[in-house]
């Protein structure tokens, strides 16, 4: 048995039929990710798993026991919001000790353990300062300590990190996956954003309307997309219908097919390569996107994105004739 198991469950407001069947299994120590648009069902299901939900059908699984109609405060779950809700008038340190404090552990324990979850927060020094005196980013460090003092057997991140600003952002992705991992903790995070799953996440959970589309490592939902939902949600990629798959290759298939726009070789003299499919553009546009850049080509009326490295200078320009090459392995069939 996984550590937690959700077995179909289903989750109603009113008649929106918001969590529909959804069966999954999360083993012990990993680092998982909901995924997905706004709106489609992710917080919900972590609200059902720390029972602030009651579900309308299935049931949950917690280490071995059915906790589908437990209390919240019986089951040992922590969370974090994207909302730092500290308490104002408190402390850093009296924030982190709240909880420890409601159970009447002894002060020496409470000291200790306190002293333990702000060194993994990296926030010595700021014992004694107040919330309103931090940035974003060190009151949702607060936050994270306040739940993992508790000493939880899963930790809910709910969008974290989605108040907090890009750069910050980013050390934070890798704080919050060394401290679950330094602790051995079971951790569910929620986002909408594919980098930062990609980057944080030991699963994927890709959440499409109710319903989980696809999950995996982030390799392979990134390298293999099941549907167009997924193609569309990870890695941009190009979507061809079979008519238009068959107009630029003259090769015939059933259903649709997706594409990386970095997958394909551009030249401005024919490739040659050992790629099964070979064709010839016209470029309608150069997109600068950071370290990328993306072209877009039209190939016999169909339009291609093309991304290549942004080393130093545009190599092509409106109207050049552009030579593409792409291999049968990364034309995956949807
Ligand atoms: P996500 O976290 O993926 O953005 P939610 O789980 O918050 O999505 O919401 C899923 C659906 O449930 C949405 O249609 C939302 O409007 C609806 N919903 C969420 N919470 C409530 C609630 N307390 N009452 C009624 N509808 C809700
Ligand atoms: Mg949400």
């Known amino acids: 048995m996984a550590y937690i198991e959700f077995r179909n469950i289903d ?9 529909k069947g959804i069966s999954l299994d999360i083993e012990k120590g990993q680092f998982v990710t909901l995924l997905g648009p706004s709106g489609c069902g992710k917080s919900t299901l972590l609200r059902c798993l720390s029972g602030l939900e009651a579900v309308n059908g299935g049931q949950i699984f917690l280490d071995g026991e059915d906790i589908t109609s437990k209390e919240p405060k019986d089951r040992n779950i922590g969370m974090v919001f994207q909302q730092y809700s500290l308490f104002p008038n408190m402390t850093v340190e009296e924030n982190i000790a709240f909880g420890l404090k409601l159970k009447k552990m002894h002060p020496d324990t409470i000291q200790e353990k306190v002293k333990a979850a702000i060194r993994m927060v990296e926030l010595e020094g700021k014992e004694r300062q107040h919330p309103a005196s931090l940035s974003g980013g060190q009151q949702q ?3 994270l300590a306040r739940s993992i003092v508790m000493e939880p057997k899963v930790l809910l991140l709910d969008e974290p990190l989605s108040a907090i600003d890009a750069k910050l952002r980013k050390s934070l992705q890798i704080s919050i996956k060394r401290i679950t991992k330094d602790l051995g903790l079971t951790s569910v995070f929620v986002t909408h954003d594919q980098d930062e799953a990609m980057v944080m996440s030991d699963v994927i959970n890709l959440f499409h309307d109710g319903r989980i589309e696809q999950s995996g490592d982030p390799v392979t939902v990134y390298t293999r997309p099941v549907s167009s939902f997924a193609a569309s949600f990870i890695g941009s ?3 061809l219908t079979p008519e238009q798959f068959a107009r630029m290759t003259g090769k015939g298939r059933l259903g649709e097919t997706a594409i990386r726009p970095e997958t394909f070789s551009i030249s401005s003299s024919p490739l040659g390569n050992r790629d099964e499919y070979q064709f010839e553009g016209i470029v309608e ?3 600068p996107r950071g370290n990328v850049l993306r072209y877009q080509v039209n190939v016999k009326g169909v339009q291609i994105h093309v991304d290549v490295l942004f080393r130093s200078h545009v190599l092509f320009h409106q109207g050049d004739r552009v030579y593409l090459s792409v ?3 990364n034309c995956i069939p949807l």
């Open 11 to 19: 989750k109603f407001y009113g008649a929106n039929h918001v969590l």
């Open 141 to 143: 460090r607060v936050a």
């Open 237 to 239: 990629y190009n979507q």
């Open 285 to 287: 546009d150069d997109m």
């Open 327 to 329: 291999a049968e392995r």
